[in-house]
């Protein structure tokens, strides 16, 4: 708060006390860590960094993690970021396994509204599903399924664009983002997801982007995310 013009550190501290602070919708408490991903609030305010605001697309390939860094020295996301970018994060996650469309910049505001689930932000996906699946299938899916105990989706799109009998091509569009949503789905309905990729967030594609390759987002896109 106080690199960023908020109030003097001591000032800042009788915020946090005074209980003006919230760290991602939470109470601030003395000594809280934040990262860049975070977002801040004062009295209801954001707290808006003196950083440049980076914001890039990249087609994640399988094999990397979604992280900053990783204790066990596995290759992230950042790998993957051109020499000299500054410091940035993933919006959102995708997991080991999974390909396509990650958004990554140090706007903490954008990304939190990126990821909201309150937001109902579309994100679409193409799943290759071991054997045949079928609309009666998808239809004990598609209104929200139990994935875990108590745990259960949202309604969500889905749509068969491929089949035969080794495996089906299926559409899906989310507007949340919970562990392994997908492949738990389908899970519960005794299905396997050998390969899966993220195709959009809202409108925004994978346009241009070869598997593993990273490009600055345009100005319009920007404001388009903004305006989600």
Do not use: W
């Amino acid at each position: 708060m106080a690199e960023n013009g908020v109030a003097s550190r001591r000032a800042s501290d009788k915020l946090i006390e005074e209980g003006a602070v919230e760290i991602n919708g939470r109470l601030a408490k003395l000594g809280d860590n934040v990262e860049p991903e975070d977002v801040v609030r004062v009295n209801g305010n954001i707290v808006g960094r003196r950083t440049k605001t980076e914001y890039f697309a990249m087609n994640k390939p399988k094999g990397y993690l979604c992280t900053v860094s990783d204790d066990r020295g596995r290759k992230t996301v950042m790998d993957l970021l051109p020499p000299g970018t500054g410091r940035v994060f993933p919006v959102g996650r995708l997991d080991y396994d999974t390909e396509g469309l990650l958004l990554l910049t140090n706007d903490g505001d954008l990304a939190y509204r990126l990821t909201n689930p309150a937001n109902e932000i579309p994100k679409t996906y193409v799943a290759k599903v071991e054997g045949v699946v079928t609309e009666p299938m998808l239809n004990r899916i598609r209104p929200g399924i139990e994935i875990e105990q108590g745990v259960v989706t949202k309604k969500c799109k889905m749509k068969i664009l491929e089949t035969n009998k080794k495996y089906t091509r299926v559409q899906i569009v989310l507007t949340e983002g919970k562990n392994r949503e997908i492949r738990k789905m389908f899970e519960a309905i005794g299905k396997n997801v050998a390969f899966l990729k993220r195709t959009k967030i809202g409108e925004l594609t994978l346009r241009g982007l070869d598997r593993g390759a990273v490009r600055k987002l345009s100005p319009e896109e920007i404001a388009y995310l903004t305006q989600l």
